[in-house]
């Protein structure tokens, strides 16, 4: 069974910078990525790295969020930095897993604010 684990939302300044990280466990795994929603919102897809480290962006965030992977720790991070009021969301990890389909992690508040 697959499961997901989310860790490092939270309140940060503008201008500050935030960590998230998801362990997966329980498949291997292809693509590996972040959603965010904000309220109002729909969901959109932040970046995604493939296994081989190729990444995605959405344009809002190029330059200022970095995604990355460990491959042994089947765990996905994104760095954020330069943190704006419009990045405040509901961040959810995202897997495809070979033979085992898409899951999603429980989401991680993170609020932009000062």
């Known amino acids: 069974q697959v499961q997901l684990v989310e860790s490092g939302g939270g309140l940060v300044q503008p201008g500050g910078s935030l960590r998230l990280s998801c362990a997966a466990s329980?498949?291997?795994?292809?693509?590996m990525g972040w959603y965010r929603q904000a309220p109002g919102k729909q969901r959109e897809l932040v970046a995604a790295?493939?296994?081989?480290?190729?990444?995605n962006y959405v344009d809002s965030v190029k330059g200022r969020f970095t995604i990355s992977r460990d491959n042994a720790k089947n765990t996905v991070y994104l760095q954020m930095n330069n943190l704006n009021a419009e990045d405040t969301a509901v961040y959810y990890c995202?897997?495809?897993?070979?033979?085992?389909?898409?899951?999603w992690g429980q989401g991680t508040q993170v609020t932009v604010s000062s």
């Open positions: 995202n897997v495809k897993a070979m033979l085992r389909g898409e899951h």
């Open positions: 790295i493939a296994p081989g480290g190729r990444t």
């Open positions: 329980g498949g291997i795994f292809n693509v």
